[in-house]
């Protein structure tokens, strides 16, 4: 399975972003997709999570500002990033994990819960 991101850029905070990522194959039916980032200097935390079901999960400090979704016929899966602040800069990952609901997925270890990673987008926002 491979994940290829894009959509990545510089923007000014208050500005928005969406980023892409296309999956080459499903293995199985049930899974669950996410958006997980990292920080310079911090710890990978998950971001966002939707799955098979397209039920969806935020972390707290996006909550109202990031939007998860999928597009099943074209297999991508998109985070549109609104009212961007300097501290969701970072390396943005899209990752998957089979037989996992959203719900699960957003409490598992960050580094360990997911199947299969892509590369990354970088995500830089100044103030």
């Known amino acids: 399975v491979e994940l290829v991101e894009s959509g990545g850029g510089s923007v000014q905070a208050g500005g928005s972003l969406r980023l892409s990522c296309t999956v080459s194959?499903?293995?199985?039916?049930?899974?669950?997709l996410g958006w997980l980032r990292q920080a310079p200097g911090k710890e990978r935390e998950g971001v966002a999570f939707i799955d098979s079901n397209s039920r969806s999960t935020y972390v707290d400090s996006v909550k109202g500002r990031f939007t998860i979704s999928q597009d099943k016929a074209k297999n991508t899966l998109y985070l549109q990033m609104n009212s961007l602040k300097p501290e969701d800069t970072g390396m943005y990952y899209c990752?998957?994990?089979?037989?996992?609901?959203?719900?699960?997925?957003?409490?598992?270890?960050?580094?360990?819960?997911?199947?299969?990673w892509g590369k990354g987008t970088l995500v830089n926002i100044s103030s």
């Open positions: 194959e499903y293995t199985y039916n049930t899974y669950c």
């Open positions: 990752a998957i994990v089979w037989g996992m609901t959203a719900i699960q997925a957003l409490g598992r270890d960050p580094d360990y819960g997911m199947d299969h």
